[in-house]
């Protein structure tokens, strides 16, 4: 019992041994942790300035970005006020010795006092028609637009020729027969016209040129194809097939003369050929004024539609010379009176066109506007395969 009284006094003390270290290693854990509270603090202290510096050295890669951007936004600003600017200031002002009327054409000369004659350069490119569907960003090219520049060239004192630089099919009937009565209107201000034919000059773009004084043409350009055509698309077939049936509702029988969703009727055959010889009739009277030089059984042979080159043209007098631009340009300035004639260029409308003629090229049709432009019948004078 006694050595059992003894074992649990040494246990005892023991633990109150334990207890005591256990108690010295918490103070001094405590100790320790505030010494590193304290030293954290004054790196803390001390070390603010190194640490202020590595923000301002990390903030740095972003001031330049932004310094950078704000740098290229203004001189995109500077670059646009100075577009808009050149693009809407006046023109230089004439001398008081020169007459200026529109200064629509311009031609850089060392002449500063004297107002250079020349010959306006018009090309008459594509498909003759008004622009219905086009990009806002397309280059204009539409038949008023054309028609313009032919109005703008017959008002200038300095333009005493125009020449009508052509390479198209043709085009719709109304369009065609602008342009033709505004050649005319400035042949009757005095200005003479030559008709340039590249590689196709057929049916409108034919049309247009029987207005000129004189006609050029390549030996094998394609021209021709004097008369009317008219289109209208089917689909009747298809409709019946997908199940589809259009009911249309008009005030009278011929409302939808030429509809694509029924067959058509012999009656509305024979009133849509009737308006195609009318048309036909304005081709060739247009032609037979233009020309009244070719014999009467070639009128009657050439006009039926057909094709021919530009040599048989020339062969039948359809055309009065065979040759190219420069041809084009030495007749035209032979009949202005000119003998070295300078080409005018007509000013830019601006930056409109510079910009806009990028989007040219990105003009297409959908499918709908496709099915709206083949339920919409057009009598056209137009070369088509």
């Given at each position: 019992?006694s050595?059992?009284?003894?074992?649990?006094?040494?246990?005892?003390?023991s633990?109150?041994?334990?207890?005591?270290?256990?108690?010295?290693?918490?103070?001094?854990?405590?100790?320790?942790?505030?010494?590193?509270?304290?030293?954290?603090?004054?790196?803390?202290?001390?070390?603010?300035?190194?640490?202020?510096?590595?923000?301002?050295?990390?903030k740095?890669?972003?001031?330049?970005?932004?310094?950078?951007?704000?740098?290229?936004?203004?001189?995109?600003?500077?670059?646009?006020?100075?577009?808009?600017?050149?693009?809407?200031?006046?023109?230089?002002?004439?001398?008081?010795?020169?007459?200026?009327?529109?200064?629509?054409?311009?031609?850089?000369?060392?002449?500063?006092?004297?107002?250079t004659?020349?010959?306006?350069?018009?090309?008459?490119?594509?498909?003759?028609?008004?622009?219905?569907?086009s990009?806002?960003?397309?280059?204009?090219?539409?038949?008023?637009?054309?028609?313009?520049?032919?109005?703008?060239?017959?008002?200038?004192?300095?333009?005493?020729?125009?020449?009508?630089?052509?390479?198209?099919?043709?085009?719709?009937?109304?369009?065609?027969?602008?342009?033709?009565?505004?050649?005319?209107?400035?042949?009757?201000?005095?200005k003479?016209?030559?008709?340039?034919?590249?590689?196709?000059?057929?049916?409108?773009?034919?049309?247009?040129?029987?207005?000129?004084?004189?006609?050029?043409?390549?030996?094998?350009?394609?021209?021709?194809?004097?008369?009317?055509?008219?289109?209208?698309?089917?689909?009747?077939?298809?409709?019946?097939?997908?199940?589809?049936?259009?009911?249309?509702?008009?005030?009278?029988k011929?409302?939808?003369?030429?509809?694509?969703?029924?067959?058509?009727?012999?009656?509305?055959?024979?009133?849509?050929?009737?308006?195609?010889?009318?048309?036909?009739?304005?081709?060739?009277?247009?032609?037979?004024?233009?020309?009244?030089?070719?014999?009467?059984?070639?009128?009657?042979?050439?006009?039926?539609?057909?094709?021919?080159?530009?040599?048989?043209?020339?062969?039948?007098?359809?055309?009065?010379?065979?040759?190219?631009?420069?041809?084009?340009?030495?007749?035209?300035?032979?009949?202005?009176?000119?003998?070295?004639?300078?080409?005018?260029?007509?000013?830019?409308?601006?930056?409109?066109?510079?910009?806009?003629?990028?989007g040219?090229?990105?003009?297409?049709?959908?499918?709908?506007?496709?099915?709206?432009?083949?339920?919409?019948?057009?009598?056209?004078?137009?070369?088509?395969?």
């Amino acid at each position: 019992m006694s050595e059992n009284k003894e074992d649990l006094n040494q246990d005892n003390t023991s633990m109150t041994d334990w207890e005591q270290k256990l108690k010295e290693n918490e103070k001094t854990d405590l100790s320790f942790s505030n010494k590193e509270v304290e030293e954290a603090g004054v790196s803390t202290v001390f070390g603010s300035d190194e640490k202020h510096e590595q923000k301002e050295g990390a903030k740095t890669p972003k001031n330049r970005g932004s310094f950078w951007f704000f740098l290229l936004l203004f001189s995109f600003c500077i670059s646009a006020v100075c577009g808009v600017y050149l693009t809407v200031k006046p023109g230089m002002s004439c001398p008081k010795e020169s007459k200026c009327s529109g200064n629509n054409f311009s031609f850089s000369s060392s002449k500063k006092n004297k107002q250079t004659e020349g010959i306006a350069w018009i090309k008459v490119r594509g498909a003759i028609a008004e622009e219905s569907d086009s990009s806002p960003f397309s280059m204009p090219s539409s038949a008023s637009y054309i028609s313009k520049r032919i109005r703008d060239a017959a008002k200038e004192d300095n333009v005493k020729a125009i020449v009508l630089d052509i390479n198209s099919p043709g085009g719709t009937v109304a369009s065609v027969q602008d342009i033709h009565a505004e050649i005319l209107a400035a042949k009757e201000k005095g200005k003479k016209v030559v008709a340039l034919f590249r590689d196709v000059a057929a049916s409108g773009a034919f049309y247009i040129a029987m207005a000129a004084d004189k006609i050029v043409a390549e030996p094998g350009t394609i021209t021709g194809s004097v008369g009317v055509i008219m289109q209208s698309g089917n689909v009747v077939g298809l409709f019946n097939k997908l199940g589809i049936s259009v009911t249309p509702i008009t005030s009278g029988k011929y409302k939808d003369i030429g509809s694509a969703y029924r067959p058509m009727t012999d009656a509305e055959k024979a009133i849509l050929q009737d308006m195609v010889d009318d048309t036909y009739q304005q081709f060739l009277t247009a032609v037979k004024e233009g020309r009244p030089n070719v014999k009467p059984e070639d009128m009657a042979a050439y006009t039926d539609g057909r094709i021919f080159t530009g040599k048989r043209a020339f062969d039948l007098g359809f055309i009065d010379k065979l040759g190219g631009e420069e041809t084009a340009r030495l007749l035209a300035g032979e009949l202005a009176g000119i003998k070295d004639p300078k080409i005018l260029t007509q000013k830019k409308e601006g930056l409109r066109e510079l910009i806009f003629s990028f989007g040219s090229s990105m003009e297409s049709k959908n499918l709908t506007k496709q099915l709206q432009s083949m339920n919409t019948p057009s009598v056209s004078y137009l070369w088509v395969l």
